[in-house]
T-cell receptor, first 114, second 114 residues
Framework: QQQVKQSPQSLIVQKGGISIINCAYENTAFDYFPWYQQFPGKGPALLIAIRPDVSEKKEGRFTISFNKSAKQFSLHIMDSQPGDSATYFCAASNPHTGANNLFFGTGTRLTVIP | DSGVTQTPKHLITATGQRVTLRCSPRSGDLSVYWYQQSLDQGLQFLIQYYNGEERAKGNILERFSAQQFPDLHSELNLSSLELGDSALYFC?????????????FGQGTRLTVV
């Protein structure tokens, strides 16, 4: 059972456009929502993360929007660049389990066309 | 470079065999996590160790086992290998086991079972 659902599976955006990736979860105990970026042949790397006590977090061209009541969060990449072409994973963790392992979405393959 | 080192990078083995994957965490990190990434299942959490002790278990098969040694490096042992075990295996480390602690991923070991 996928605890974090992610869409779309793939996304093609023109250079300079906005890329939007959406995630949803059911477990209200999740307390930490990171986004990871993965390039081919590399491991995932943390891009940006948010906690549910804020509705938005922005770092450069990357913004997370968080809707606690809808149990949804999304990643917006402004002014998308070809170098942003990668696979993006949303994730969540439950601090009440005594561990902080991550539950990942299924990933979105982003292609930014020059 | 995340600072997490995984060896080997690639491994090809036959069904029924046993292999050991090795992970050296970032200097000072006490938590080590193992994840499996396959095309159909995405990134799945297998197991977490914290300072030598098992902290959490995910979707880890009974044929798989892991341990963390006093020098904090970890090994993932996969036995009685099946074709379906072919996947990328990632190790990640974090400074603590507290929630919201950033996890840093290695570059992975690509296992091919033939």
């Amino acid at each position: 059972q996928q605890q974090v659902k992610q869409s779309p599976q793939s996304l093609i955006v023109q250079k300079g456009g906005i890329s939007i990736i959406n995630c949803a979860y059911e477990n209200t105990a999740f307390d930490y929502f990171p986004w990871y970026q993965q390039f081919p042949g590399k491991g995932p790397a943390l891009l940006i993360a948010i906690r549910p006590d804020v509705s938005e977090k922005k770092e450069g061209r990357f913004t997370i929007s968080f809707n606690k009541s809808a149990k949804q969060f999304s990643l917006h990449i402004m002014d998308s660049q070809p170098g942003d072409s990668a696979t993006y994973f949303c994730a969540a963790s439950n601090p009440h389990t005594g561990a902080n392992n991550l539950f990942f979405g299924t990933g979105t393959r982003l292609t930014v066309i020059p | 470079d995340s600072g997490v080192t995984q060896t080997p990078k690639h491994l090809i083995t036959a069904t029924g065999q046993r292999v050991t994957l090795r992970c050296s965490p970032r200097s000072g990190d006490l938590s080590v996590y193992w994840y499996q990434q396959s095309l159909d299942q995405g990134l799945q959490f297998l197991i977490q160790y914290y300072n030598g002790e098992e902290r959490a278990k995910g979707n880890i098969l009974e044929r798989f086992s892991a341990q963390q040694f006093p020098d904090l490096h970890s090994e993932l042992n996969l036995s009685s290998l099946e074709l379906g075990d072919s996947a990328l295996y990632f190790c990640a480390s974090s400074a603590s086991d507290r929630a919201n602690t950033e996890a840093f991923f290695g570059q992975g070991t690509r296992l091919t079972v033939v």
